[in-house]
């Protein structure tokens, strides 16, 4: 699983959150360098993508995920502290798989990471872009 937020303290909240869920979370502070770690690492299942960042945002760095052919079908869940219908609406045009309000609920957030790196998925299967089954983002 993959954390990209520029903002130390809710990336370490999402981190604690996941770890304690058993998940194995690597962590990016901006856009480029969570696509330049999706690059390099083809296991991290999913990304949890803060849409507020300076430099590439949030919107900017999940178009340039979506048109990569390597990257494309990884999961990636929009998490913004603007919860506002357009935002969310922004996040899915961006090509976002899901969308999370800040604060985040952590029951929620495991219960979409889970549908997102469901073993049964397949393209297709959990949603508009499919899930995929590597094992960053595997319960340890």
């Known amino acids: 699983m993959l954390v990209v937020d520029d903002d130390v303290r809710s990336a370490f909240a999402l981190s604690s959150v996941l770890e304690a869920a058993g998940l194995d979370v690597v962590y990016a502070d901006n856009g480029q360098t969570g696509i330049d770690m999706l690059t390099a690492d083809p296991t991290i299942d999913v990304v949890l993508m803060d849409v507020m960042m300076p430099g590439k945002d949030g919107y900017e760095t999940i178009r340039a995920?979506?048109?990569?052919?390597?990257?494309?079908?990884?999961?990636?869940?929009?998490?913004?502290?603007?919860?506002?219908?357009?935002?969310?609406?922004?996040?899915?045009?961006?090509?976002?798989?899901?969308?999370?309000?800040?604060?985040?609920?952590?029951?929620?957030?495991?219960?979409?990471?889970?549908?997102?790196?469901?073993?049964?998925?397949?393209?297709?299967?959990?949603?508009?872009?499919?899930?995929?089954?590597?094992?960053?983002?595997?319960?340890?």
């Open 65 to 140: 995920i979506r048109a990569d052919p390597d990257l494309r079908d990884r999961p990636v869940i929009a998490v913004t502290a603007k919860a506002l219908d357009d935002d969310r609406g922004k996040c899915f045009e961006a090509g976002a798989s899901d969308y999370v309000p800040k604060p985040v609920d952590a029951g929620k957030l495991l219960g979409l990471i889970l549908r997102w790196i469901s073993p049964k998925a397949g393209p297709g299967a959990a949603g508009e872009t499919g899930g995929t089954t590597g094992t960053r983002a595997r319960p340890a």
